[in-house]
């Protein structure tokens, strides 16, 4: 069951990265146009490549902000 709740857990963030880049194309693309000058299109993001996408990791962390996995991390904002 643990094994199970993790990975559910992770499939819900994935979802909700989703649907964030969804709801905001002009994110999305930026976002792509980064892993396009990094990486290419002729092979897959490897954990080398994590450091050269800063805009990448910066919306992997929003999401994360927005939506976190664990139940006791609640959505906050600077004042």
């Not at 069951?1 to 693309?29: C, F, N, Q, Y």
């Not at 994360?64 to 006791?72: F, K, N, Q, S």
């Amino acid at each position: 069951e643990l094994l199970m709740a993790g990975s559910d857990t992770t499939g819900a963030t994935v979802e909700w990265a989703m649907a964030e880049l969804i709801h905001r194309p002009h994110i999305m693309k930026l976002v792509q146009a980064e892993v396009d000058q990094v990486v290419g299109r002729n092979r897959r993001v490897e954990e080398s490549d994590i450091d050269s996408l800063p805009y990448l990791h910066a919306v992997v962390k929003e999401v994360l902000r927005l939506h976190p996995a664990g139940p006791l991390m609640i959505p906050h904002r600077a004042d």
